[in-house]
């Protein structure tokens, strides 16, 4: 049975935002812990207190950023969505900008297979956790300035994990920026990245049929594009990545 355990890495500024968040989450008794980044020690920092948080109780962990809205029964459709997954190393995420969305969905796809994610909403089995933080500390943990969600990719790219993304998203990002405060101490105010099929605030996440075996029987596919593979292989490069 698939279990939840839930993480939110908060920039000081967010405190209502997040507030709002859990007044609309389906929590019941699950764990739950928000890490207020005080002493505003950077965007890494907080996420991988973030990351280590979690329930060993639970079977699953999840890390959603403090500015999105999420959906009806968000918590139990993950629950659920994820009771359907093959049982292999496998990273989820449950918000995607990427337009390729929207043809997957056409296609009566849920879900979308892509090596590349955001930190919006990321679940892991919690005996990965350790796994992954183990290697980004090895091999990037001297430099602040890599962002949680392309660390992630990028052990995900060296180790052969897949990234399945839902079809649709079950999360809408609503502020700008990063998740807590850039390498300076101050929050990163960008142009934000809005979901690219977000299933919308008053739905419920219990209504999508989660059983992708009945219907396309495998996820879809897409590629990194060129410049991502650049990125990741201009990473990988600069720390100095051996298998």
């Not at 969905?105 to 892991?124: D, H, N």
């Not at 502020?175 to 105010?189: L, M, N, Q």
């Amino acid at each position: 049975m698939v279990r939840l355990s839930i993480a939110i890495p908060q920039h000081p500024s967010r405190t209502e935002m997040v507030r709002e968040m859990m007044k609309q989450l389906d929590l019941d008794d699950r764990k739950m812990s928000v890490l207020v980044d005080h002493d505003l020690q950077g965007v890494w920092a907080n996420s991988r207190l973030a990351w280590l948080d979690r329930d060993l109780d639970a079977t699953h962990h999840l890390v959603m950023e403090d500015d999105v809205l999420p959906c009806r029964d968000l918590l139990a459709g993950i629950e659920q969505a994820v009771s359907f997954l093959p049982n292999k190393k496998l990273i989820t995420s449950f918000f995607t900008e990427e337009p390729w969305i929207y043809k997957a969905m056409s296609r009566g796809y849920i879900w979308a297979e892509a090596p590349w994610t955001t930190a919006q909403a990321l679940v892991l089995p919690v005996e990965l956790v350790d796994e992954w933080i183990e290697w980004t500390d090895r091999w990037m943990g001297h430099i602040a300035s890599i962002a949680a969600d392309h660390r992630l990719v990028c052990w995900a790219i060296t180790h052969n994990v897949d990234i399945w993304h839902s079809c649709p998203s079950l999360v809408e990002h609503l502020g700008a920026g990063t998740t807590t405060t850039t390498e300076t101490g101050k929050p990163d105010f960008k142009t934000p990245g809005y979901s690219a099929k977000f299933i919308g605030e008053h739905k419920s996440a219990l209504d999508i049929d989660w059983n992708w075996k009945t219907s396309t029987g495998k996820p879809a596919s897409y590629r990194l594009d060129p410049k991502r593979i650049q990125h990741v292989n201009a990473t990988l490069e600069r720390i100095g990545y051996q298998h």
